[in-house]
């Protein structure tokens, strides 16, 4: 399993949500609230649905919530079981 980086969340989330007005996902976001970049938890739980696709990966949906920054989300994904197929 190829591990999710940086630049794969921005790619993600402009693929599920769009990218937001005013907002500059080039910069430094590793440790930049998804409220502050303009994503709600809508748009996170569908962009962990298109990394569990992609990435062949399953997430606990509890801890989805808890995800509150791309560094989060990284964390969790590279650390998630491979799904079973």
Known sequence: MAELDIDDVRRILV?????????????????TSFADLGYDS???????????????????????????TPRDLIALVNAAPSAVR
């Open 15 to 31: 693929a599920c949500a769009g990218a937001q007005d005013g907002i500059d996902l080039s910069g430094d976001i590793l440790d």
């Open 42 to 68: 809508l748009a996170l739980m569908e962009s962990a649905a298109r990394i569990e696709r992609e990435y062949g990966v399953e997430l606990p949906e509890d801890r989805i919530g808890d995800v509150g």
